[in-house]
């Protein structure tokens, strides 16, 4: 992402440093830290629907209210800046991507670029064109699925497309809807490896927001 900020207005890189392109669109090589939040929220006088209503959630006894959890905040603790940012509305992270020149990828661009190996010349483990049944490779070794938390942004196995953590660390919105549900894909730290498959995307309600789930942008 690459957004920059300069006399309080929003710029955007045209480059889109740190993007992967693919046929048709680029996508962001990892998803959008709490850095990058942080600094599109300070230009825009941001305050997150989590914050403003007392704390995002986690399931425990059902869905939870964490009070003081947010993107800044995750788990209660402050965050790392390099942590991906949860605890956000689909409309929030859309808003995101729009200000940096981009969008939400789709549910179709999300399974290209996850599953469908496409560099001309993919390092050892992939072979161009072929499709995996995980976001890294034919087996699950690799993604953060540690039942505990996600972890920093590009610090797990780099997989399909030299993407990092389409499967597991955080679940990501998509630009797909039905009525008042948006689609999410790639499963998170907390659901275990089969969720990270095509097959365990799941519609969750578009205002909703959680420790487990964050966004990409495409471009």
Request: aromatic share 12%; with cysteine; glycine share 12%.
């Amino acid at each position: 992402m690459r957004l920059l900020t300069a006399l309080g207005l929003l710029a955007c890189t045209t480059a889109h440093a740190g993007t992967v392109q693919l046929p048709g669109f680029a996508i962001d090589q990892t998803e959008v830290s709490v850095a990058e939040f942080a600094k599109y929220a300070a230009a825009n006088a941001l305050i997150t629907t989590a914050e403003r209503e007392g704390g995002g959630f986690e399931w425990g006894a059902g869905w939870q209210r964490r009070p003081g959890w947010g993107y800044r905040t995750p788990q209660g603790g402050a965050a790392k800046p390099d942590e991906p940012a949860v605890h956000l509305t689909w409309a929030e992270a859309d808003a995101y991507c729009k200000a940096a020149g981009g969008r939400l990828p789709t549910r179709a661009e999300w399974l290209s670029a996850a599953y469908t190996e496409q560099r001309p010349s993919p390092p050892d483990g992939f072979d161009t064109g072929v499709t995996y049944p995980y976001p890294v490779g034919a087996d699950p070794t690799g993604m953060n699925t540690n039942n505990t938390q996600h972890v920093p942004v590009g610090t797990t196995k780099q997989g399909v497309n030299g993407l990092y953590d389409m499967g597991a660390n955080v679940w990501e919105w998509l630009a797909d809807r039905q009525g008042d549900t948006a689609l999410t894909a790639g499963g998170s730290w907390w659901y275990g490896t089969s969720k990270t498959r095509a097959e365990g995307m799941q519609w969750k309600p578009a205002t909703f927001y959680a420790v487990y789930i964050g966004f990409r942008c495409v471009y």
